[in-house]
């Protein structure tokens, strides 16, 4: 495998499940991050994890749960969501370096859907 | 005003023609300036950064940045069908973590 890769790719779920998304990055980078596309708006930033501590949290509903176990895994733990939930979820993942650039390369996305 | 605006399009070029895709920024303190593609169903992908004033050339793009009128550029010469995506444009703030704000792209058409 290589770059980022994300599961699954399609999910859909009712605002009972309880689901997780799975992230893992094979580039060495030691900072992650969640992003949710939604049609027509840009991407938003929900969480973002360096050195697998969270430094950033967008107001983020609490039915969204992120864990990092370790520099190269992501996950975003989902439950009661409701429909407006319903949207693109990116992971990505940057080298923290200072000085950098910072880019930052994303996965292919889960799509979900919220019934 | 929005932190990063781009002009929804479609922008509708003909093939082999110059597309050139705009972008500005209301954080003049912004770091590094970033342009991804995203094709219709799929994830961006990074096509070019540049974080100092002045042109960026790889291939057939060239990023322009002009901090002084907090504008960025994308120039794509030769434009190609295969071109035809969202390009999205971010920019890396001053504050907060390594955070990328993005615009909500400029939609490009290629015409054979």
């Known amino acids: 495998e290589t770059g980022v890769t994300q599961t699954p790719r399609h999910l859909v779920m009712g605002m009972t499940n309880k689901k997780s998304l799975k992230c893992e990055q094979h580039?060495?980078?030691?900072?992650m991050y969640w992003y949710k596309q939604s049609a027509k708006k840009p991407l938003e930033l929900m969480f973002v994890?360096?050195?697998?501590?969270?430094?950033e949290n967008n107001s983020v509903p609490s039915r969204f749960s992120p864990e990092c176990p370790n520099s190269s895994h992501l996950f975003l733990h989902l439950h009661t969501l409701q429909p407006e939930d319903s949207a693109l979820y990116l992971c990505a993942s940057s080298r923290n370096v200072a000085g950098g650039t910072y880019e930052q390369y994303f996965g292919p996305g889960t799509r979900l859907t919220v019934t | 005003q929005k932190e990063v605006e781009q002009n929804s399009g479609p922008l509708s070029v003909p093939e082999g023609a110059i597309a050139s895709l705009n972008c500005t920024y209301s954080?003049?303190?912004?770091?590094?300036f970033f342009w991804y593609r995203q094709y219709s169903g799929k994830s961006p992908e990074l096509i070019m950064f540049i974080y100092s004033n002045g042109d960026k050339e790889d291939g057939r793009f060239t990023a322009q940045l002009n901090k002084a009128s907090q504008y960025v550029s994308l120039l794509i010469r030769d434009s190609q069908p295969s071109d035809s995506a969202t390009y999205l444009c971010?920019?890396?703030?001053?504050?907060?973590?390594?955070?990328?704000?993005f615009g909500t792209g400029t939609r490009l058409l290629v015409s054979p």
């Open positions: 994890y360096s050195l697998e501590e969270r430094v």
């Open positions: 580039l060495g980078h030691n900072a």
């Open positions: 954080d003049r303190g912004s770091q590094s």
């Open positions: 971010a920019v890396r703030r001053n504050t907060g973590f390594q955070k990328l704000v």
